[in-house]
């Protein structure tokens, strides 16, 4: 259909002095849409339309498709176009540094949406070896399990999870599933936990190992200790039994005695935390399914 309008390449009386910038946008873009329907909302609550011709996704100054888009308005007939960026550079004014951040943007944008496709497929994969790995979906649930989770969590955006990286990640699920049944059960013989001073011997069930840079070893760990009698207490782990072992993980699964100040859980009157844990002291490992673990 042949074009009448003053904003087409042939119109005799076409001038790009007479066009106002209101903003430029990646049209392909579904993030700025919300940005793009108030812009153009505004304008045409304030009396502005688009030209007749223009159609959308199209320059309205040559009529080629276009993904880079600046809105211009004529000031005299007060009518929106779209118009593209060679159509810009050469007979309007030039608006090069936005439509460089529009592709940078839009390349960013590329860039994490083919990491999520492949963070998708490499978890697929790893769902099928194994149904639980589906909480590799959520970084913060995998963490709290194991450190391992969340890291080998983050090499799905890049690399499927090898053979041996399945089998420990698979493993890991079944001892925390299997650590998790053991607290039920004894949930079911728990006793409610003393309060005051007290002296604690039991078996060191679990390890949380944090930064910290005013401690002696640049970390604090923290340990939870069952009790023979059938409580659990939450205790920072005095450095005189750290220095027996090779890592802060290494005491998990050991026999301590120590004496501490123990106040009750407002949640479970079976959990004391401990304050100021002194006179501690290891025993040999003796518990075998968390030594294996």
């Known amino acids: 259909m042949a074009r009448n309008d003053i904003h087409r390449p042939?119109?005799?009386?076409?001038?790009?002095?007479?066009?106002?910038?209101?903003?430029?946008?990646?049209?392909?873009?579904?993030?700025?849409?919300?940005?793009?329907?108030?812009?153009?909302?505004?304008?045409?609550?304030?009396?502005?339309?688009?030209?007749?011709?223009?159609?959308?996704?199209?320059?309205?100054?040559?009529?080629?498709?276009?993904?880079?888009?600046?809105?211009?308005?004529?000031?005299?007939?007060?009518?929106?176009?779209?118009?593209?960026?060679?159509?810009?550079?050469?007979?309007?004014?030039?608006?090069?540094?936005?439509?460089?951040?529009?592709?940078?943007?839009?390349?960013?944008?590329?860039?994490?949406?083919?990491?999520?496709?492949?963070?998708?497929?490499?978890?697929?994969e790893a769902v099928a070896y194994d149904s639980r790995l589906t909480i590799l979906d959520d970084y913060d649930a995998?963490?709290?399990?194991?450190?391992?989770?969340?890291?080998?969590?983050?090499?799905?955006?890049r690399l499927p999870l090898s053979p041996g990286q399945l089998a420990a990640a698979s493993n890991i699920l079944t001892r925390d599933e299997e650590r998790r049944a053991r607290i039920e059960a004894e949930k079911e013989t728990s006793i409610p936990a003393p309060t005051g001073k007290q002296e604690i011997s039991g078996v060191i069930r679990t390890i949380q190992v944090k930064d910290n840079e005013y401690t002696a070893y640049g970390v604090i760990v923290k340990m939870a200790v069952r009790d023979d009698r059938g409580f659990t207490v939450w205790s920072t782990a005095p450095?005189?039994?750290?220095?027996?072992?090779?890592?802060?993980?290494?005491?998990?699964?050991?026999?301590?005695?120590?004496?501490?100040?123990?106040?009750?859980?407002?949640?479970?009157?079976?959990?004391?935390f401990a304050s100021r844990p002194t006179k501690a002291v290891l025993s040999p490992i003796e518990v075998k399914e968390l030594q294996a673990a």
């Not at 005189?240 to 859980?265: K, M, N, P, Y």
């Open 142 to 157: 995998a963490e709290a399990i194991s450190g391992f989770l969340a890291d080998i969590r983050g090499r799905l955006f």
């Open 10 to 124: 042939s119109a005799e009386d076409f001038d790009p002095q007479a066009y106002t910038h209101a903003a430029t946008f990646d049209l392909s873009d579904p993030e700025t849409m919300e940005a793009r329907t108030g812009t153009v909302g505004e304008l045409v609550a304030n009396g502005t339309k688009f030209a007749n011709h223009q159609v959308q996704n199209h320059c309205g100054h040559c009529g080629v498709a276009i993904k880079y888009a600046a809105l211009l308005i004529h000031n005299e007939a007060n009518e929106m176009i779209w118009v593209g960026e060679t159509c810009l550079d050469g007979r309007f004014s030039s608006t090069k540094a936005q439509f460089k951040r529009l592709r940078a943007a839009a390349k960013v944008r590329r860039e994490r949406e083919a990491r999520a496709r492949t963070f998708a497929e490499n978890l697929a």
């Open 239 to 272: 450095a005189s039994i750290r220095g027996e072992v090779e890592t802060a993980q290494a005491l998990r699964g050991r026999r301590v005695t120590f004496t501490a100040t123990l106040s009750h859980s407002r949640d479970d009157e079976s959990f004391a």
